[in-house]
């Protein structure tokens, strides 16, 4: 048996989420079991705890869209008992049973192992949020970072964070985009040199160029302010979207891509090939200051997810909730 929070739904579509007892005959089918140690709280966690927001397929379900831990038994060469192992994406905790239970069964392709200067604790830190801060990071570098501040938006949230933290350390200066105040000591101990209010860039501007301001950009939020700093971007540098916090829609011209030569970089963390996520894992392990993702955490248990799952939907999570499973 095995403690996991079951999400289920009643006859009126409402759903409900609590921690359960089940028996490892309830596993889904995988080739790899892994005793799961820790994961962690995303949006889309946040979407799939609740009503699902059109994520969730089948009823009862286990979210949990990363974890990390131990492997239990493999039929696959590639992983055998006792090894360390990190999972991000491929739409597990959504369409497949996820990292909220103490045991998952997965496909041997959906795992990585976890690299050298990593415990599974710290991989949970950085997380689905911290791989695709990462991979934003590498889109950024493999265009060209332009010199000047590297804009984050979104910069409290647990890809800004580890986003602001990464740039920090290899030399870049970063300027950190929030609407909580209250948060700028906290982005400035994350190596944030600059905070710029949100307000300053959450209104669409009739002007499609502005000043050249950033060197790129990690973008989290989308929406008008995505709209907006495309037209403040260096010439020749590039935006790496990789949220929509502040919407889908992208109210823009293309007069920066004409006239600047602007990048607008799509970030994709869920389907990534297996290469290009050794590749990050590696660069997380190497560039991301430990001292400032301990920083970043926020301690949580099973029993805490349906609160936590609320709350970071609201946008009131900052940094990063680690999950421990068995706590």
């Known amino acids: 048996m095995f403690k996991a929070l079951m999400v289920e739904k009643d006859d009126d579509g409402k759903t409900s989420a609590s921690v359960q007892e089940l ?19 995303n949006y889309k966690d946040g979407l799939c705890v609740g009503p699902g927001g059109g994520l969730v397929r089948n009823y009862p379900h ?15 060469d590639r992983y055998k008992p006792g090894d360390k192992v990190v999972l991000t994406g491929w739409r597990v905790g959504e369409a497949h049973w996820g990292g909220y239970a103490q045991k998952a069964r997965v496909k041997a392709d959906w795992l990585v192992p976890l690299p050298a200067g990593l415990d599974t604790r710290q991989a949970m830190a950085v997380g689905t949020a911290g791989f695709t801060a990462m991979l934003a990071v590498m889109a950024l570098e493999d265009h060209g970072i332009k010199d000047g501040p590297v804009l984050v938006t979104g910069a409290a949230g647990g890809v800004g964070s580890v986003a602001t933290a990464i740039l920090a350390k290899l030399g870049h200066e970063v300027a950190g985009v929030t609407g909580r105040p209250e948060t700028a000591d906290y982005l400035k101990g994350l190596g944030a040199s600059q905070i710029v209010a949100r ?3 959450n209104e669409t501007t009739k002007r499609p160029l ?4 950033w060197g790129g950009c990690v973008d989290a939020v989308g929406g ?3 709209g907006r700093l495309l037209g403040q971007m260096q010439y020749g540098a590039s935006v790496a979207a990789v949220g929509l916090a502040g919407g889908a829609a992208l ?13 607008l970089l799509g970030i994709d963390s869920v389907m990534q090939p297996y290469e290009n996520r050794v590749r990050a894992w590696q660069r997380i392990a190497q560039d991301l200051p430990m001292d400032k993702l301990e920083a970043m955490i926020q301690p949580a248990t099973l029993s805490d997810l349906p609160g936590v799952g609320a709350d970071i939907l609201k946008g009131q999570v900052k940094g990063r909730v680690v999950v421990d499973v068995n706590g």
């Open 23 to 41: 028996s490892e005959d309830r596993l889904p089918d995988g080739d790899v079991t892994v005793a799961v140690e820790y994961s962690t709280v």
């Open 62 to 76: 286990v979210p949990g869209i990363d974890f990390s831990g131990t492997v239990e038994a493999s039929d696959d």
């Open 199 to 201: 307000e300053e860039l």
């Open 210 to 213: 502005e000043a050249e301001t």
């Open 224 to 226: 008008a302010m995505l």
């Open 251 to 263: 109210p823009a011209t293309v007069i920066p891509f004409l006239l600047r030569g602007v990048n």
